[in-house]
């Protein structure tokens, strides 16, 4: 830590793989699933119960607006049962979306939020004088995404991000062309194989040039965005998307958002849901009944609640295909910016092993010299394990500095 030349001035850390009511970021394919495994965990249970959230959905997983989504969906179901009552667990984005579709056709909907507050896993916190987010930070697929014509719509600000511009930089020379090493391995590889399997076969022959470029597209655009090691992922992984052109982040956070959709909710926090009887004609959540229950809580928490009866075997099995991604975010303010500036206001580092790959340059969107750096799947147990939050960012502030030497030898 003596090398380090600059200090912040504040950091956060996150924990959402500790976190009871996640544990992990969003959800993501283990060996063997596909995205039909998420379509099956979403069926409507026998007209009083379905699932729903970001893990249900095939089209827009891992995303606050593919949660939304399908939280609509749910809703739908519910009043196609004809249910006069509905309870919806969790007051997320899915929660939050079924709730004011169930309002606005004058059904009764009661949310119960085990946290203290609403959103989720989005969380805006104040950092210094800013506000930055603890989990889900950009409106990614900007035309597809009804929440951006929710947030155009309430004047909210937003900053574009290039993803595809990134200021990159890597530990052991120039950076490779990622984008193409990323298209050959996926149109190469063996998808009869599991993931791990397959990516060892197509590295055989080639040569160490093409295997670094492939290590570093993996590390970027495959373990970064489904925050699992290869050995824990589906080969079906490779096609899920990731961001996308025009994604845009809300600089004064993405709370704001979630905020003015719940107005007018019937929303209970501190309500932490461990079973959900739906054995009779009714619903029934501790001292609650209803017609109908949508449930949203993360996948990584669904397998903590006690169905009664149980989840039919179709979701069980889906359940069982699903898994958390391990995804943690770091961010650090300083008295001034010290980096080497971005155009786009995103930067790659490639560092092997890997650690803090991927950062957002805040600073010219919220006034304040601040950067936020994500790491995932195993490079977490490599700088989290046994540290404290001042040292992890610290350590964040080593690669950091070490990406910005490397750009200012390019």
């Not at 196609?80 to 919806?88: C, D, N, P």
Request: with cysteine.
């Amino acid at each position: 830590m003596d090398s380090l030349r600059h200090r912040p001035t504040a950091f956060h850390v996150t924990h959402w793989s500790d976190d009871p009511f996640s544990r992990g970021a969003y959800s993501t394919l283990l060996p063997g699933a596909t995205p039909e495994h998420r379509r099956r965990l979403g069926e409507p249970l026998n007209g009083r119960l379905v699932l729903a959230g970001e893990a249900c959905n095939p089209i827009a997983p891992a995303m606050t607006h593919g949660a939304w989504n399908d939280g609509l969906r749910a809703a739908d179901i519910a009043i196609e049962s004809a249910a006069r009552r509905v309870l919806v667990i969790g007051a997320g984005f899915a929660g939050i979306a079924a709730a004011r579709r169930l309002k606005e056709t004058g059904i009764e909907c009661l949310i119960l939020e085990a946290r203290d507050r609403l959103g989720g896993r989005v969380h805006s916190i104040s950092l210094g004088p800013v506000r930055v987010d603890e989990g889900a930070a950009w409106l990614q697929q900007f035309d597809n995404n009804p929440l951006a014509v929710h947030a155009q719509r309430l004047g909210l600000p937003l900053r574009e991000t290039d993803f595809g511009q990134p200021l990159a930089a890597a530990a052991d020379g120039p950076v490779p062309d990622i984008d193409a090493a990323w298209e050959a391995l996926r149109a190469g590889i063996d998808r009869s194989l599991p993931l791990a399997e397959g990516v060892a076969r197509y590295l055989e022959d080639r040569d160490e040039e093409t295997r670094r470029a492939t290590r570093f597209a993996l590390d970027a655009n495959l373990i970064l965005e489904a925050c699992l090691p290869l050995e824990s992922l589906s080969v079906d992984a490779l096609d899920e998307e990731g961001v996308g052109a025009g994604d845009r982040f809300l600089p004064q956070g993405y709370s704001q958002l979630a905020v003015h959709l719940a107005e007018g909710l019937d929303i209970r926090l501190n309500q932490v849901v461990t079973a959900i009887d739906w054995s009779g004609d009714k619903v029934r959540i501790g001292d609650e009944s209803a017609d109908f229950c949508v449930c949203t809580a993360p996948i990584g928490v669904l397998r903590d609640i006690r169905f009664t009866p149980p989840l039919p075997a179709a979701q069980q099995g889906a359940l069982a295909h699903l898994g958390m991604g391990q995804l943690e975010k770091v961010v650090l303010q300083f008295d001034e910016r010290w980096w080497p500036v971005s155009p786009s206001g995103y930067l790659r580092w490639y560092d092997t092993p890997a650690s803090f790959g991927e950062w957002l340059d805040l600073t010219d969107a919220v006034g304040t010299p601040t950067v936020a750096g994500l790491i995932a799947a195993d490079a977490l147990e490599r700088v989290f394990a046994g540290r404290s939050d001042e040292e992890i960012a610290l350590k964040a502030c080593e690669a950091l500095q070490a990406w910005a030497d490397a750009v200012r030898t390019l």
